[in-house]
């Protein structure tokens, strides 16, 4: 069965650093693409970007360039996005999610989400 | 910039047949997706490559493509199906973008 576990809720305050992650099972970790996707509260989903742990090739949405830096271990099994100084506007839900293995951009498997919260 | 454009609410009542849309001009060219959100939990991928239905998720879930725009049908909606609905597609260099959302109510 596959399955994306992501880490548990964060609290931090402005200019704090934080990493999150995402582990991957069930499924060899390495030939699928893993996205990051944002839901502020109350509003829609923003793709952050995506790795390919196979060779740690990450892609961004120009849009949030800059916010956020998406990594990958592949001895792990596991996908990470990271802040090395978060900011109020960082506060959201984030969701890693599997890019299907079909060539298309779409998202087959989510992890249960991450709660940041960045107070000022 | 490309955006992809769904009404913020739809409401139906239970059985009625529910239709939620997505506009964009990159549609006739690029496949769309759809995922369902109850509250508190993740998305779940419902319809992709336009009409295509994962393993698990009801016959009633269909979806069509015409021109720039593309539907997300529900016939026979269940309170169960109360959600909100986000289509997803991506431009053609690649960038995924996702629709501002549609909320369901059954009535």
């Known amino acids: 069965e596959v399955q994306l576990v992501q880490s548990g809720v964060e609290v931090k305050k402005s200019g704090e650093s934080l990493k999150i992650s995402c582990k991957g099972s069930?499924?060899?970790?390495?030939?699928?693409?893993i996205g990051w996707v944002r839901q502020m509260p109350g509003k829609g989903l923003e793709w952050m970007g995506i790795i390919y742990p196979g060779d740690s090739d990450a892609r961004y949405n120009p849009s949030f360039q800059g916010q956020g830096t998406i990594s990958a271990d592949k001895s792990t099994s596991t996908a990470y996005l990271q802040w090395s100084s978060l900011k109020a506007s960082d506060t959201g839900f984030y969701f890693c999610?599997?890019?299907?293995?079909?060539?298309?951009?779409?998202?087959?498997?989510w992890g249960q989400g991450t709660l940041v919260s960045v107070s000022s | 910039s490309y955006e992809l454009t769904q009404p913020p609410s739809v409401s139906v009542s239970p059985g009625q047949t529910a239709r939620i849309t997505c506009s964009g001009d990159a549609l006739p060219k690029q496949y769309a997706h759809w995922y369902q959100q109850k509250p508190g939990q993740a998305p779940v991928l419902v319809i992709y490559k336009d009409n295509e239905r994962p393993s698990g998720i009801p016959e009633r879930f269909s979806g069509s493509s015409s021109g720039t725009t593309v539907t997300l049908t529900i016939s026979g909606v269940q309170a169960e199906d109360e959600a909100d609905y986000h289509c997803q597609s991506a431009d053609t260099s690649g960038l995924v973008l996702f629709g501002g959302g549609t909320k369901l109510t059954v009535l």
């Open positions: 999610a599997r890019v299907a293995g079909d060539g298309y951009s779409y998202f087959d498997y």
């Open positions: 069930g499924y060899t970790f390495t030939s699928y693409w």
